[in-house]
């Protein structure tokens, strides 16, 4: 699925160079869970970032179905992130002007989908995250466990092969975070391939493989059986 | 101390969100310059003649003809015997005088000027506490043969400072005499109706020959002021008016009661440079109209700067919160929080104020030049204390809504999750304030295109005769020059570069009402119609290029002359040529120019109770030429041969406006020496009659792009500051697959919402209001092309708000999303 080959990333802040990640290589199979673990500062994020096109990398490789997207403009990165990434934060990220089911079909709004098509995919997804009842109240209504299934919802409605989670349970209590973890863990099942920071062992081992980063660099990955 | 942590704050806020200060400063400052400029000139308008010491007792008299099949005419002058009936008959009133100008030649030694005399009735100076610098006033109008100077005048004729006791001649044509200066006044104010710089008594046997002046009932040649006992009720005097007139003017043959076509009414001093009917005014009039639009204007500039800075104060509210959430904490009361923002505000709008006092002072030169006036801030006087009255009431508005909105946050709410502390109604409402800016301005932009076009199109008008190279030469009525007519126009004929001279009694943009009754020979003479009359010589209508519809021209083999009274008195009248135009045909009922041609009309001629008339015969007919302003509707006109006297010369020449004039004035100069050469180029007489409507329109146009300006100031604050607010959403739909011009699309769209919301208020209300303004020309612009104004003035608001939001948009959408969303 996606194959990133000596890749670095330094932040260049008036003379002073900080290295976030330092030829990193690591090789994500379609259809993998694979969680990244490490502390603050470790370059978590700034991997995550570049994996969902978000950020571009200072030099190396980075194959995305064999096609190499390291040098590619934003707009190229763009077209390729909304047909195959879906993301889940922390924070949730909803906005707060839109209902919970304008908020999912907004992952819709910038493809070419007719308007009736696009409701009932909403629907569809609202039913299987469990969101329907909710559909047309605020964020600012919802709890946290309830808010991170609409983002679930909406990283999942265009049909996306890989789905980027940024510690999609650091803002949520146990029972919430098992319950986001299980609907990954489904959907995983079904074929989507996940990527996932967190800083909790526990939920890690919900994933197949754990990257553990430091200092920008991988220093283990292990394979759960 | 509190204060000093208030001011030190709101200092530091100031300096912090230099974007926030700098247009709230500026907008503020524009606003309040604005409104201190229109203020000034409205304050002079409304402050006419209220200086007198007895001004609420002082009114005019005007005098309306309502004349059968025509719009009633208003003059502000009066009949002149009135004054000595009036007095008799109204108990109430105190003191009554005339007072008539005259142009007139002041001859000192071998020198000769020309003044504006003014001939004035005794009791003049009893209605009006003119300021006397030496001598006594009332003495001085008591002797025939005194004359009264004002400062200017007296240092002009005797500049070593002893003109009473000198003497000067005056010739005023029905009289020329020696008058000693008896006393000196100060120069009247400029912010009066009565304008007077040399004063004589009226002495009414000199005019005996020239009875319209002053003996004729009919005829508005002089303004009658008189004051009234304190308490008089003016509405009684003025119901009392139709008995009076039917009591002392001359009975009519028919019968008919005077009353039933003359009116006489009176108005306060103080209203009458607003207010006052009628055309002949010894100083310019204001309008009403001008002084309540600008007024209106000035408003809405003051609140469209206020709405930026409550929208800005509330729009950066969640900046703010978590300060006010901590003085909350701290143990700030709400009062005090209210207090403190009220005060910054109020410390804001002081130092706008500023700024516009350096804006209005930079202003003022060329606005007084725009206006015509000399206005000017006295600092010394109340008008300081004014002005910081205004600017504390701008800034204490301005400042209270975002006062309450910002200190009513719960500190609880704020500092926990640093959510948006705003809630959906001052959202809503600043998009309502938006949407009031924008409907305002638009509705000024459209008002500023429609006097615009107005102005293009009376200036685009085909007149009917052609301006350009048309030279006009004045004072042809003082007898010195008549007298010298024909061989002013033979010499002028010789000159080179002149193709044709004529002579008449009006000239372009003159104005002098002068009316005959005329009748069809069907029509019995109860049922004669009012016709303009213009006095023309030979070559009128060559010189002023005007087409002939049908005959032919006068001419000096043709024996176009008229009939005189006395010879029709005689019973040797014959049928005397005559041109009349199209609309004169109308009212007449004559038919097609070439069915009019060698019909017969009668005009009534002689005196009160003569019936006599002459006989007329039409020869040509010319289309409806606008010889006066655009204002005014076409009479029904007749152009009658006037052979041998003339008020002016028209010259048309090619070549060098100059080198004409130059010849003019040494022909002028060597045969009529006593009188001074005064001409007009007829472009620019043409030109003056809207020069007023082109000051304003001007100051309009300035004022309406202030206030766009203002609106488009805050609009740019509000979007910055909405843009700021909207990263998360923006980076959020950005990571959804949004580019970069779906989200420039999106923020543009949330700003052209209020903008076409604002259309569809303006768009109406400028229409109904223009068509109004319309109303008061004759010859306007369609209504529809208001229409065109409003789309065109739409479109316009919509680009500019673009404009404005655009880059704020661009560079925002342009952010990388992941600094907004990775943590909140």
């Not at chain 1, 179905?65 to 990220?93: C, M, P, T, W």
Request: charged share 20%.
């Amino acid at each position: 699925m996606l194959k990133l080959q000596d890749l670095t990333k330094a932040y260049r802040t008036d003379e002073v160079e900080t290295v976030a990640l330092n030829n990193v290589n690591i090789e994500i199979d379609h259809g993998e869970f694979v969680a990244i673990m490490g502390p603050s500062g470790c370059g978590k994020s700034t991997l995550l970032n570049i994996v969902g096109m978000l950020d571009t990398p200072t030099s190396g490789h980075y194959y995305f179905k064999n096609e190499d997207v390291a040098g590619y403009s934003e707009a190229q990165l763009g077209v390729i992130r909304k047909q195959h990434i879906g993301f889940i934060f922390q924070s949730f990220n909803l906005i707060d002007e839109l209902s919970v089911a304008e908020n999912i079909e907004l992952a819709l709004l910038y493809h070419d989908i007719p308007a009736s098509e696009r409701k009932e995919r909403v629907a569809t997804v609202m039913d299987k995250v469990g969101i329907a009842h909710r559909a047309k109240h605020m964020p600012s209504q919802l709890s946290g466990g309830q808010q991170q299934r609409v983002a679930v919802a909406r990283a999942v409605v265009g049909n996306q092969s890989m789905i980027l989670a940024d510690e999609p349970t650091g803002n949520l209590d146990t029972a919430h975070g098992q319950e986001v973890m299980g609907m990954l863990q489904k959907l995983n099942e079904e074929g989507t391939t996940i990527v996932m920071v967190t800083h909790s062992p526990s939920h890690a081992d919900y994933a197949r493989r754990t990257i553990n980063l430091l200092d920008g660099h991988v220093v283990t990955e292990s394979m759960r059986a | 101390m509190l204060l000093t942590n208030y001011i030190l704050s709101a200092w530091r806020n100031i300096i912090r969100h230099k974007l926030f200060s700098a247009i709230n400063i500026l907008g503020l400052a524009i606003g309040l310059a604005a409104v201190m400029l229109i203020t000034l000139f409205v304050r002079h308008e409304i402050n006419y003649d209220n200086f007198w010491a007895n001004s609420q007792n002082i009114y005019r008299m005007h005098m309306t003809f309502l004349p059968s099949g025509r719009p009633p005419m208003v003059f502000s002058m009066v009949a002149g015997p009135i004054i000595h009936v009036i007095k008799k008959d109204f108990p109430q009133i105190q003191h009554a005088a005339r007072v008539a100008r005259k142009r007139a030649t002041i001859i000192k030694g071998d020198q000769y000027f020309e003044e504006q005399i003014s001939l004035v009735d005794p009791a003049f100076v009893k209605i009006f506490d003119f300021k006397t610098i030496t001598g006594n006033l009332g003495k001085a109008l008591d002797d025939q043969s005194s004359l009264i100077l004002n400062k200017t005048l007296a240092d002009k004729y005797f500049p070593q400072g002893n003109a009473i006791g000198q003497t000067l001649t005056i010739n005023a044509d029905a009289f020329e005499r020696e008058f000693t200066v008896a006393a000196i006044m100060e120069n009247m104010p400029e912010n009066s109706q009565v304008n007077v710089a040399a004063m004589v008594s009226i002495v009414e046997e000199e005019w005996s020959e020239l009875e319209w002046m002053f003996a004729s009932w009919f005829s508005v040649n002089t303004h009658l002021y008189y004051s009234v006992n304190p308490g008089t009720n003016i509405k009684d005097v003025n119901a009392q008016m139709p008995s009076f007139i039917d009591r002392n003017f001359p009975l009519q043959d028919s019968g008919d009661a005077v009353s039933g076509f003359v009116e006489l009414n009176s108005q306060n001093i103080e209203e009458l440079h607003l207010k006052a009917p009628g055309n002949s005014e010894h100083r310019e009039k204001g309008s009403i109209t001008t002084v309540l639009i600008f007024s209106a204007v000035a408003a809405l500039i003051l609140i469209i700067a206020s709405i930026n800075f409550m929208n800005l104060s509330t729009a950066r509210a969640s900046q703010r919160a978590k300060e006010v959430s901590l003085r909350k904490v701290m143990g700030a009361s709400r009062q005090k929080l209210v207090a403190q923002f009220i005060g910054e505000s109020v410390f804001l709008t002081l130092f706008a104020l500023l700024v516009s006092m350096a804006f209005v002072e930079l202003a003022l030169p060329s606005y007084n030049q725009i206006i015509g006036k000399q206005l000017s801030i006295d600092y010394g006087s109340s008008d300081l204390l004014m002005i910081v009255g205004l600017s504390a009431t701008v800034g204490i508005l301005g400042g209270i809504y975002p006062a309450f909105i910002l200190s009513s946050f719960r500190p609880a709410d704020v500092l926990k999750a640093n959510k948006s502390a705003e809630t959906s109604a001052s959202v809503k409402l600043r998009a309502a304030l938006v949407i009031f800016q924008f409907a305002a301005s638009i509705s000024l932009f459209v008002s500023t295109t429609v006097v615009y076009g107005q102005m293009l199109y009376a200036k685009n008008i085909k007149l009917g005769f052609e301006q350009n190279n048309l030279l006009v030469i004045n004072n042809l009525y003082r007898d010195a020059a008549d007298i010298k007519l024909a061989l002013l126009v033979n010499e002028f004929r010789q000159m080179p570069n002149i193709s044709s001279v004529t002579w008449s009694n009006d000239a372009p943009g003159i104005h002098t009402e002068n009316n005959t009754s005329m009748r069809t020979p069907e029509m019995p003479s109860s049922e004669s119609s009012l016709i303009g009359v213009r006095g023309v010589g030979y070559e009128y209508f060559k010189t002023y290029n005007i087409d002939l519809l049908s005959g032919r021209f006068y001419g000096i083999s043709q024996n176009d002359t008229r009939a005189e009274t006395i010879e029709i008195r005689e019973g040797r009248g014959h049928a005397s040529s005559l041109i009349i135009n199209e609309t004169g045909l109308r009212r007449l009922g004559l038919g097609t120019p070439e069915e009019a041609l060698g019909k017969i009309l009668y005009r009534s001629v002689g005196n009160e109770g003569e019936n006599l008339e002459r006989e007329h015969l039409i020869i040509g007919v010319v289309p409806d030429i606008h010889l006066n302003s655009l204002k005014k509707e076409i009479r029904p006109e007749i152009f009658e041969l006037q052979p041998d006297h003339a008020q002016y010369i028209s010259i048309r020449y090619s070549g060098d406006p100059l080198e004409t004039v130059n010849l003019a004035r040494e022909l002028w100069e060597r045969e009529v020496p006593s009188i001074p050469f005064t001409y007009d180029h007829a472009v620019d007489s043409v030109d003056k009659q809207y020069k007023a409507e082109q000051g304003e329109m001007t100051m309009f146009a300035a004022f309406s792009s202030l206030a766009i300006f203002i609106a488009c100031l805050g609009l740019y604050g509000l979007a910055s500051f909405t843009a700021e607010r909207r990263t998360k959403e923006i980076g959020i739909r950005k990571v959804m697959g949004a580019s970069v011009f779906d989200v420039v699309k999106l923020l543009v769209w949330q700003f052209s919402k209020p903008v076409l919301i604002a259309n569809l208020i303006a768009w109406p209300v400028s229409y109904y209001t223009m068509t109004m303004w319309l109303e008061s020309f004759a010859y306007r612009i369609e209504s529809f092309f208001i229409l065109g104004f409003c789309l065109a003035a739409g479109v316009a608001a919509l680009l500019i708000a673009w404009a404005t939001v655009a880059s704020n948009s661009i560079r925002v959408a342009n952010t990388n999303p992941i600094n907004a969303l990775r943590y909140e």
